[in-house]
């Protein structure tokens, strides 16, 4: 029973990490997947059973894999999806550096 609960209180924080890592309040994604915004609350709080279908809706509108919110799939950070995104918005000639600057990190040379 207490790795049960343990197990539901982990998937309900890496659902709101999820959310808050994809910009969406919990009234955007109650909206969004046609439910009402304390049903979301609910759901973060760990005091409401997601569905397996509620559970892939949550995983497809906040860009991680299902696997990641059951804690399966450990490999897949939040972080980096944070990263990307902040990629994404930069110029090409800022994406070019910050290539040039990962390179000299993984040869262990500082960037000049």
Request: hydrophobic share 40%.
């Amino acid at each position: 029973m207490v790795e049960h609960t343990a197990r539901k209180r982990a998937i309900a924080q890496r659902l709101r990490a999820a959310r808050e890592q994809a910009g969406l309040t919990q009234g955007q994604i109650a909206k969004l997947l046609n439910m009402h915004r304390p049903t979301v609350s609910e759901i973060e709080a760990g005091r409401r059973r997601v569905s397996a279908d509620e559970l892939a809706m949550f995983a497809r509108h906040y860009g991680v894999r299902p696997e990641w919110l059951l804690g399966e799939d450990e490999a897949v950070d939040l972080e980096l999806r944070l990263a990307a995104r902040q990629f994404e918005k930069l110029t090409p000639e800022d994406r070019q550096r910050v290539f040039e600057f990962l390179r000299s990190l993984a040869h262990g040379k500082p960037n000049q």
